[in-house]
């Protein structure tokens, strides 16, 4: 063999091993990159934050529309006590209920009838726990006025079954107790 020959056979030994030594360490740098990616992406607390501050969380549907807010309600709110809380919407955008507390110290959950059903106020089903810890639970009537109301105060619980009779303008209510069972009749509002 040549010295020439020798050269360039050893410039290609030397270029392959060069090339040979690039891609080792490439591969090494990808499967390190992957190595941290899958661990990073594997654990439980990816992408987690110990906390969000914010005055107001909504929750949208795939069309855009709120279906969940967490806020408080605005001072200006026509309400018995300002509530802090979560409110749900149908689809429509309507408020349908919600969860949360009052300033009044009471904690509150609420369902409401879809907009245009039965009586202008929308309300149907609620429980509500007092500041003095008494717990109701009430059904309100399509016509506006309570059907059912279970009350737990002090120790002992009532128990309200009302009708109203339209044509009498009147409304009935029977009150049961443990000791007790007796029947109301006021006058419708």
Known sequence: MHEQDIAVRLERLEHGLRRRNL???SMFALGASLALIGTSVATPDAGVVPEIRTYKLTVLDSEGRTRVQIAEDTSDIARNSRATGMTIYDAKGDERGGIGTMANGSAVMALDAPVGVGYKVRDRAGMRVAPDGTAV???LSNEGS??????A???QGRLELSRKDSARGEISTRVLTFDSDSTKVEKAP
Do not use: E
Not at 146 to 151: D, E, R, T, Y
């Open 23 to 25: 891609l080792a360490a």
């Open 137 to 139: 639970i009430t059904a």
């Open 146 to 151: 309570f059907a059912a109301s279970l009350v």
């Open 153 to 155: 105060q002090g120790n």
